[in-house]
């Protein structure tokens, strides 16, 4: 049996016995990677090891670590008080903030990963403030991230350009901007509508009903002279909500607090704006901050979330061994070898898509876009059209939990919920994988065919 067939099926195997059993998926992928490498592959311990991902980890656990910290002390709920403060009663709006809020890193430049593990902290206990569901804040901060990768600013953008034109390819960079942003707008339209937002519409337009009933009972109670025409009404509860919110928010700054809000703000500059590895810069702000305020930080590093780590690692090994064997390449290059254009595009597309959920977008698309180059030079299909497709569909399945970017929401997310919501993104990453492909193709490829 061809070890790319026998990958395949461990992997498959991996996910079936991780959900039907109590057993950690990361560490049943990694003695699948083990097996397979050892008995198959004849590798060393070593050499089957080489696909595990040490930035990852180091991301994983010094943005957790730093968060949970932060979380331990009161600073988080100190920035969320404010946060509640200025945005009111409002949370209909809250998700499309959290959507905008996301997106403004990846736009001006940042990856993904780097301003997800800023944002998803503050976005996510945001949303649990206003009582939304977290499937809709998390999956939000995933797609409102989406939605910047391939600004000309960002990275993703750069390593495409650069994968077409070393082929000889030309695209249009606004096109491929825009393309992409308006894909994930129309998820969080999806999103937005199916997690709950309809109710959040609902219950505002029964907030402005009620508000506009008691001052239309308010005057004429002033008219006939009555003190409190309406006891318990909608305008009481306002007024003690936020006062409730107040309260918390006038609260002052201890120094331990003060202190962490200017390290995180610290970290999040030289990540942003000096592309500074954010896992290391993260892990030694923690680290640094645990020593100098033990008292202030008991267990908080507890807080790091070792069983997404185990996750996302374990997963990430055993897809960088099929990637070592070639199993990509093999698939790849039979697709590029068929001869429908067409056909060959959906299903780049949906190789792409499928992969990326379980490892690099950068790197696949640095891989997939010069197979795709082959009989884009023959004009059956529109290059940029082509190129948009198959980045929409290698970004998009990032929303799964085993991307950095998932894992880091994930990460965020409190323990009891995390399985529910593990579920949650698995299910919608093998959505995104299944429809992207051929939305995208039906979009964007179908047209330019002659």
């Known amino acids: 049996?061809?070890?790319?067939?026998?990958?395949?099926?461990?992997?498959?195997?991996?996910?079936?016995?991780?959900?039907?059993?109590?057993?950690?998926?990361?560490?049943?992928?990694?003695?699948?990677?083990?097996?397979?490498g050892t008995l198959v592959a004849n590798e060393t311990p070593d050499e089957v090891l080489a696909g595990f991902p040490p930035d990852l980890f180091v991301l994983l656990v010094g943005v957790t670590y730093l968060f949970g910290l932060a979380a331990s002390n009161g600073t988080i709920e100190w920035i969320i008080d404010r946060a509640v403060r200025l945005f009111g009663?409002?949370?209909?709006?809250?998700?499309?903030?959290?959507?905008?809020?996301?997106?403004?890193?990846?736009?001006?430049?940042?990856?993904?990963?780097?301003?997800?593990?800023?944002?998803?902290?503050?976005?996510?206990?945001?949303?649990?403030?206003y009582a939304i569901d977290r499937r809709m804040?998390?999956?939000?901060?995933?797609?409102?991230?989406?939605?910047?990768?391939?600004?000309?600013?960002?990275?993703?953008?750069?390593?495409?350009?650069?994968?077409?034109?070393?082929?000889?390819?030309?695209?249009?960079?606004?096109?491929?901007?825009?393309?992409?942003?308006?894909?994930?707008?129309?998820?969080?339209?999806?999103?937005?509508?199916?997690?709950?937002?309809?109710?959040?519409?609902?219950?505002?337009?029964?907030?402005?009903?009620?508000?506009?009933?008691?001052?239309?009972?308010?005057?004429?109670?002033?008219?006939?002279?009555?003190?409190?025409?309406?006891?318990?009404?909608?305008?009481?509860?306002?007024?003690?909500?936020?006062?409730?919110?107040?309260?918390?928010?006038?609260t002052p700054l201890r120094?331990?607090?003060?202190?962490?809000?200017?390290?995180?703000?610290?970290?999040?500059?030289?990540?942003?704006?000096?592309?500074?590895?954010?896992?290391?810069?993260?892990?030694?702000?923690?680290?640094?901050?645990?020593?100098?305020?033990?008292?202030?930080?008991?267990?908080?590093?507890?807080?790091?979330v070792w069983s997404v780590v185990l996750l996302i690692c374990g997963v990430t090994t055993l897809v960088g061994a099929m990637e070592r064997y070639g199993t990509v390449d093999a698939v790849g290059n039979g697709i590029a070898s068929l001869g429908a254009p067409l056909l060959t595009a959906f299903l780049l597309c949906l190789v792409g898509a499928f992969t990326s959920a379980f490892g690099s977008s950068a790197g696949l698309l640095g891989v997939l876009i010069p197979l795709a180059v082959p009989f884009l030079v023959q004009g059956e299909v529109g290059a940029t059209a082509m190129i948009i497709a198959l980045a929409i569909s290698a970004t998009v399945v990032d929303s799964t939990p085993f991307s950095s970017v998932g894992a880091l929401t994930l990460a965020n997310a409190p323990e009891p919920e995390r399985r529910p919501l593990f579920?949650?993104?698995?299910?919608?990453?093998?959505?995104?994988?299944?429809?992207?492909?051929v939305l995208t193709w039906l979009i964007f490829v179908l047209p330019t065919a002659p």
């Open 89 to 129: 009663d409002r949370p209909a709006l809250v998700p499309w903030l959290i959507f905008v809020f996301s997106a403004v890193p990846t736009t001006a430049g940042a990856l993904g990963p780097a301003g997800v593990a800023m944002l998803a902290p503050l976005c996510l206990r945001l949303g649990e403030r």
């Open 423 to 437: 579920r949650t993104m698995l299910t919608w990453g093998i959505a995104m994988a299944l429809t992207a492909p």
């Open 255 to 304: 120094a331990d607090q003060t202190i962490t809000l200017a390290v995180m703000l610290g970290v999040g500059v030289g990540a942003l704006v000096f592309d500074i590895e954010i896992g290391f810069l993260a892990l030694i702000a923690a680290v640094a901050l645990h020593a100098v305020f033990p008292k202030r930080f008991d267990k908080a590093d507890k807080r790091i």
């Open 137 to 250: 804040s998390a999956l939000m901060v995933m797609h409102g991230s989406c939605l910047g990768n391939f600004s000309p600013l960002n990275g993703l953008a750069i390593i495409v350009q650069k994968a077409a034109g070393a082929s000889g390819v030309s695209i249009s960079s606004s096109a491929l901007f825009f393309g992409n942003a308006a894909y994930n707008i129309g998820l969080a339209v999806v999103i937005y509508l199916c997690f709950g937002g309809r109710t959040l519409l609902r219950e505002r337009r029964l907030r402005v009903a009620t508000a506009a009933a008691t001052v239309g009972a308010s005057v004429s109670a002033t008219a006939t002279g009555a003190s409190d025409p309406v006891p318990g009404s909608a305008a009481v509860t306002t007024v003690d909500h936020d006062r409730t919110e107040t309260r918390g928010g006038s």
């Open 1 to 36: 049996m061809s070890i790319h067939v026998i990958g395949v099926v461990a992997l498959v195997l991996v996910f079936v016995i991780g959900t039907a059993r109590p057993v950690s998926i990361g560490a049943l992928a990694l003695v699948a990677t083990f097996l397979i």
